[in-house]
């Protein structure tokens, strides 16, 4: 609103209503406005603020390598809190310093602004730099170096953090997300809710699956030296529920006749529409559910969908006994596990 639109308003209000234009309120200076030693103390206090900041990014760094990512789950606690402790001083430091620039040092006189036609005229470039020039002047930050250089060192570190976390990504991944531990004689290991060293796994035999048992089993071996460092990213993947229905209930396709071994059947715990675990097991209706969306899938027909957002049914196991009588794996999975988009990308 103009000037003029501004009094003209006021007019026109006294005119209908009586009242008239009150204006601006009286600017009311601050203490840092008046008084030297204040304006310095508020500088400082942004200061100490942009300092903060990069000790938290520092500190961000520091527990990277300080805290490294292991196996257990109290290694990724302890990681994550501290990493995400340096990470929170950091901005929240940056942000709270900036907040006090503003509030206690920049100009807070309030005013009216004309509006006027938005071309791109050469007029309008020397306004839009007098703007900034002006803006540099009440921000005072030409006649502040303590605060531009605290400000400038923040924001120079600030983007460190995510280069490490960048780092983490690794090599590309190629066809290991199409691939598992699962292989031909492969033994099913009961999952303990963690990583089983090689001494405390538990194969499973046959006779051990009854009827309307679900069992939660991993791939024999997943503990051994040569998966250290990738055991838990390897579970994600080879996880599979373990079932046993009547076999005349199983209506399987005769290419498939031979994947299951006398009613038991085999297949991968991670839901096809977005990774989530496929862990509740229905016994009256073999229905698994996944609990994130509500896919559902028919255990008596290769675990098709019948019900949610899942667009293909949970991958098959290939399983039969070995000599022992032992429940192994005849091959890997045939098709990739997890969200139906690798299966689409694979190459």
Known sequence: MTSKEHSG????????????????PEHKPRLSDADPRAQKVAERQVALWFIASMIGTIWFIVAYFLFPLE??????RIHTMAVGLGAAVAMFSLGAGAVLWAKNLMSDHEGIDERHDIHG??????IALEILHQAKEESGIARRPLLRNTLIAALAIAPLPAILVFRDLGPLPGDALFKTLWGEGVRLIRDPGGIPSPDSERPIKAEEVTI?????????????DSNEGKALDEKAKAAVLLMRIDPKELKEDPARANWSHDGIVAYSK????????????EHQTHHLLCPCHQS???????CKVIFGPAKRPLPQ????????????AQSDFPEPVGPTFWEINHP
Do not use: K, R, W
């Open 317 to 328: 196991l290939p399983i039969t006994v070995d000599s022992e009588g032992y429940l192994v």
């Open 270 to 281: 991670i839901c096809t529409h977005v990774g989530c675990p496929v862990a509740l097991y």
């Open 9 to 24: 308003g006021g007019s026109q209000l006294e005119e209908l209503n009586g009242f008239t234009n009150p204006g601006l």
């Open 212 to 224: 309307g048992s679900a069992y939660h089993v991993l791939p024999s071996g997943i503990g051994d």
């Open 121 to 126: 005229s050469e007029e309008d470039q020397a």
């Open 71 to 76: 196996e257990s789950m109290q290694s990724i």
């Open 296 to 302: 559902t899938f028919d255990v008596t027909e290769h």
